[in-house]
């Protein structure tokens, strides 16, 4: 059992957790234990088989108790009972036309009902009225869900969980992951797998079926399967992965076994997935790859908010086969978490040499993810920021402020010479706050002009810059950094993230500062 397919049951398990009453805390802690385990490079079941998943932070002893019996049997027995007791179908059912889980169950027990079929059964005879709460009004919508059919999920879905979900289901059923995943869109509302045969139903992460070869996951998420022969399985591929519109201006598509083979027919290059969107073109850039990433330049540690230590995060990095990181904590004015003044960073330096004197030839540098006051100072003194290797601002107060006023503070705190990359420019969090207002055109003068870099953060809900905002990057003259912002050991599995959606934005090796070498990463007038 792979962590993929160990993730998918623990997800399972605290959706019907919470839909049979657990305390919230409890449905919780199996997300995020899931959460980390598909986010492990490293093969829980064999840390499960050894007694050493309690390694993994946020792996308590009730957490290991169900990784044990799941391991060794396959199984969760309360899951399978939670199963005979809250219907899993009419659960995701209820959330995929919008009345909600909780509420499809309920529907379900009044009427003695327990698939996605006996419920539209119930609803097309005039049942729902029966139960308790369901008025004409309540009753029109369901009936109207219903006659809409499969639509996107009810939220879009991050792009992590979105690659993980697609590609157990497709390991499932023989197939290649596809839809919006596949072409690392950074919220997802297509998610498909493209195979030359099998079933959704029998995988899993699948509880119902909702349309011919649409099945659904517990949280009520829809998955397309597009099936193909061998000979035009490629072609299946490209339909299934590109976006509508840029599929439908190539077809007619010619029938081909492989991708490759489509493309040849159609007499042009082979388009990269980040780059099946809008108006196909013939222009295809090399786009960097995760195999050109030298080093990442943004990292904690529990000298902040983080869950390694500096050695800890240096040895995990130099696993990965980079050459260096930048140790990069918050300083004072975030005040929501731990930050370093000028005494701790120098403490910090300490530790930071002793760690180096143990990896080297690898690199740990000194950074800090230095805070934008509101008057555009940085929150630092000027000695300690020159002490520093690498020094990137973030803006994390004001960010509601109005365009003039923010784009200032940004740009007079990017023109201090010890700045070397701007964090997570416009401060988005995908479905939870908007892009803030700074003016990027600015923003790109300034950095051309200062050589700050601009980083493409790979946490799942920022991807900050996105891959739009790339393009838009680079075409103005700006150097880009692919960083994880990871702060755990398992953080540093960012940087898939951030380097696709790079990708998506057109980015090639050249146009990202941490491809290069370590000595090209402190080069320059800044880090002369």
Known sequence: MDNAQISARLDEYAALLELAGAGYYSHRAYRRAAELIRATPAPVADLVRSGRVRELRG????????????????????????????????????RLIGIGAQRAVEIGKTLGIRTVDEFRAAAAGGRLREVPGIGSKTEERILAALERGVAAPTRPVLLHRARALVEAIAGGVGGVAAGDPRRWKDACTWLAVAAPGGELDSVPEIVAMVAPNVGVTVEGI??????????????ALVRATGSPEWVAALEPLPDAPDEAGVFDLLGL???????????????VPELVSLELIRGDLHVHTTWSDGKASVLEMGEAARARGYEY????????????????????????AEEIAAANEVLAPFRILRGA???????????????????????????????????????????????????????????????????NALDLERVFEVAIETEVALEVNGLAPRLDLSGEHVREALAAGAVIVCSTDAHSVVGLGNMPLSVHTARRGGARPSDVLNTGRLRDVLGGTRGA
Request: one cysteine or more; aromatic letters at 2%; hydrophobic letters at 40%.
């Open 59 to 94: 792996i308590g002893p009730g957490i290991e108790a169900r990784l044990v019996e799941l391991v060794e049997t396959g199984e969760i027995e309360e899951l399978r009972e939670l199963e005979r007791t809250v219907s899993p179908q009419l659960a995701a059912f209820g």
């Open 222 to 235: 829809p998955v397309e399967l597009h099936v193909a022969s061998p000979e035009a399985f490629g072609t």
């Open 269 to 283: 290059p082979f388009v990269p997935p980040e780059l099946r969107e809008g108006v196909p073109t013939s222009d």
């Open 325 to 348: 990181i930048a140790i990069c904590d918050h300083t004072p004015n975030v005040t929501v978490v731990p930050g370093l003044d000028a005494d701790a960073l120098r403490r910090q």
């Open 369 to 435: 993810e230095c805070d934008i006051r509101r008057d555009g100072t940085l929150d630092l003194p000027d000695d300690v920021l020159a002490e520093l290797e690498w020094v990137q601002l973030s803006l994390h107060a004001g960010q509601r402020a109005p365009r003039r006023e923010i784009t200032a503070r940004v740009v007079e705190a990017m023109r201090h010479p010890a700045v070397r990359c701007l964090s997570h420019p416009t401060g988005r969090l995908i479905g939870h706050r908007p892009e």
